[in-house]
């Protein structure tokens, strides 16, 4: 089985970059039949990705959340998955270059750094914390994305404010589409981010009998989560679309990033494992 991870690792940044370029090509030259080819590498990817990490948890006995070289992969993959599913969903493709950069970047630093964990503490092996975390990466990573797509619409829009129709005009979608691609990568992250949320009262008082609702890592997530529902709620009774939403999108993102590097670095929280 070790050989097998090994050679996965190797065979992940190569195939993440592989899709990337053929996204990136199809950006310039926007052809038909590279679509559904980048379509099909990025899936062959994705199912290359979870069966890698599966084999992590199997060999390992625990879920492929002890480091953060291990985190770094999950995200890479969460971000490739929420794309998918978005492409699937909207039948756009043309800003797949964007988004594939992200797990590119992440399972390059993964591969390159991570290595066997095998004395982890006991609640790290708990299956229920590994849905938890990656329930929640999954909804970080719909933010991402969304965030992504927020500066993809301000491109545009200054590109059409100031009469440039180049590239930038030629390849992305409307400004209409953008925000809506936005849009709905933050509904998705939310809709994670509250499974995460979920999943985490439940486990929460069988790992930790004393734990605290006023966690810093709850508490912040939980800020999140009420910056993204409040915003999602809004563009429907407040009428927040276009360039609203937008920036609504990116102050989320920085709301979000903010958040996980106080949580994480500045404050003390039972979270801390290692």
């Given at each position: 089985m070790s050989q097998t991870i090994t050679t996965l690792n190797v065979l992940l940044p190569l195939l993440y970059l592989t899709s990337f370029t053929v996204y990136l090509y199809d950006f310039f030259k926007e052809q038909k039949a590279v679509g559904n080819v980048n379509r099909i590498i990025l899936f062959i990817t994705i199912i290359v990705h979870v069966s890698y990490l599966l084999a992590l948890t199997v060999e390992y006995d625990h879920p492929p959340i002890t480091t953060k070289f291990e985190i770094f992969s999950i995200i890479a993959c969460s971000i490739a998955f929420s794309y998918f599913i978005l492409e699937l969903l909207t039948d756009i493709r043309g800003t797949g270059a964007f988004i594939i950069l992200f797990s590119v970047v992440f399972q390059v630093i993964s591969s390159i750094f991570i290595g066997p964990n095998?004395?982890?503490?006991?609640?790290?092996?708990?299956?229920?914390?590994?849905?938890?975390?990656?329930?929640?990466?999954?909804?970080?990573?719909?933010?991402?994305?969304?965030?992504?797509?927020?500066?993809?619409?301000?491109?545009?829009?200054?590109?059409?404010?100031?009469?440039?129709?180049?590239?930038?005009?030629?390849?992305?979608?409307?400004?209409?589409?953008?925000?809506?691609?936005?849009?709905?990568?933050?509904?998705?992250?939310?809709?994670?981010?509250?499974?995460?949320?979920?999943i985490g009262i439940i486990w929460l008082p069988k790992a930790f009998p004393d734990f605290s609702y006023f966690d810093p890592k709850l508490t912040g997530t939980l800020f999140v989560w009420l910056v993204y529902g409040v915003g999602i709620t809004s563009k429907w009774i407040a009428n927040l679309y276009g360039k609203k939403f937008i920036i609504f999108s990116l102050i989320g993102f920085v709301v979000a990033i903010a958040s996980l590097i106080v949580t994480n670095s500045l404050a003390r929280t039972f979270h801390s494992f290692y």
């Open positions: 095998y004395k982890v503490p006991e609640v790290l092996r708990n299956r229920l914390l590994g849905l938890h975390v990656i329930s929640a990466l999954l909804g970080y990573s719909g933010i991402i994305i969304s965030a992504v797509y927020g500066v993809l619409f301000w491109l545009l829009y200054r590109n059409l404010k100031e009469n440039k129709f180049g590239l930038i005009f030629n390849r992305l979608p409307s400004l209409e589409i953008l925000e809506k691609l936005s849009f709905y990568a933050a509904v998705i992250g939310f809709i994670l981010l509250t499974l995460a949320i979920v």
